[in-house]
């Protein structure tokens, strides 16, 4: 019989090591789907995560792809890291769309350089009132953060859902569920670069994402308060001998990673959209814990997992136009990386050890031959 014993010490080889064994495994069993649905494994795996690079205006639109995950997974280590499990990302970053498109259609002549950034405060605040309330229930009524904030998903996207086709929408959309477009102050400019012009659908909003991963990387690292987070995650005993406030830091990490997710909402509908409408978001909530475990909760690794995650999302786009794979493979692929993600995580927590049954009737010799 074998049991999973915890390791007395991670060694930093094996720290790297999964990820990238996670990753091999993953691509080495996307490659038997291709071929047992009838494709080229080689040219699938090519049209997945080579051919999205083939030109600069698609880095660009990769650049873009990553930044939402790059902005609500940095939001989610801090939750993971103090071993508080925030599911519901999604309806943080549909909030956050909401409360930022709620300022922008109430100052449609505004023209103030700083009105973006009123509508990311907006934004922030909305997504991290929302992530309070599972926080809230945890902390009063110790009820599970991960049944309730995945439930305020579906109820915030509902909630968008008739805002856009009741009180907010256009008189002018022709019945469509569309608000009205946003005023120009209220859109994130393109990022044109010196010499290059503009990649892609590149915009400043992918700066500010590395940005928050290299704070969120400052903070856990180097914060008294980023160190009571980890402390509280990995040895919730010594947090509490050291007076350190659970609740507090539950509170803490989900209105961090729920006003995370809200301004991630405000950067992809001001960057890519304009307007609001029922699906501001590609399931960038669920996905970004990929992109978190993928980073091994380091926010610095978040940008680089991010960046992965984004370039199967755009492979997927392309090997279902040059030939005809379903879009559905490539959530398949993300299940199979999560899967190797998790696996590894565990046999990077704990070491597989056998254990021998003694039998009552065996003699001294017979158990020490055992």
Known sequence: MFILKPRKSVPLSLTLLVPVVAIALTLL????????LGYNPVEALYEFFVA?????????????????????????????????????????????????????????????????????VAAMVA???????????????????????????????????WIVRGPWRDPMSFGFPLTKTYPDAGLIPA???????????????????????????????????????????????????????????TMAVLVISGALAGLAGMIEVSANIGQLQPNVSFGYGF???????????NPLAVIVAGLVVALAELGGDTAQISMGIPKVVTGIFKGILLFMLLAGETLTRYELVRVVRIKAHQTPAQQEES
């Not at 069993?29 to 047992?36: A, Q, T, Y």
């Not at 769309?97 to 950034?117: E, K, V």
């Not at 926080?135 to 995945?150: D, G, H, P």
């Open 287 to 297: 996905t970004a814990i990929i992109v978190a475990f993928l980073a091994r909760l």
């Open 127 to 161: 997504g991290g009132l929302w992530g309070a309330i599972p926080a809230l229930l945890k902390i009063r009524f110790r009820t599970n953060e991960i049944l309730v904030s995945l439930m305020l998903t579906y109820v915030a996207a509902l909630l968008l859902d």
């Open 29 to 36: 069993m996307g490659g038997l789907i291709f071929g047992f």
């Open 52 to 120: 999205p690079l083939s030109r600069p205006d698609q880095i660009g639109n990769l650049l873009v792809k990553a930044c939402p995950l790059i902005i609500i997974g940095t939001g989610l280590v801090f939750c993971y890291r103090a071993n508080v499990w925030n599911i519901g990302a999604e309806g943080q970053l549909v909030l956050g769309a909401m409360g930022a498109g709620w300022l922008a259609l109430s100052f449609p002549d505004a023209q103030s350089p700083l009105f973006i950034f009123a509508m990311s």
């Open 191 to 249: 990022l044109i670069l010196p010499g290059i012009g503009r990649l892609g659908q590149l915009h400043w909003g992918v700066v500010f994402a590395f940005i928050i991963a290299a704070c969120g990387w400052f903070y856990l690292a180097r914060m008294l308060s980023g160190y009571q987070i980890k402390l509280m995650g990995d040895a919730p005993r010594a947090g509490r001998f050291a007076g350190f406030s659970q609740s507090y830091n």
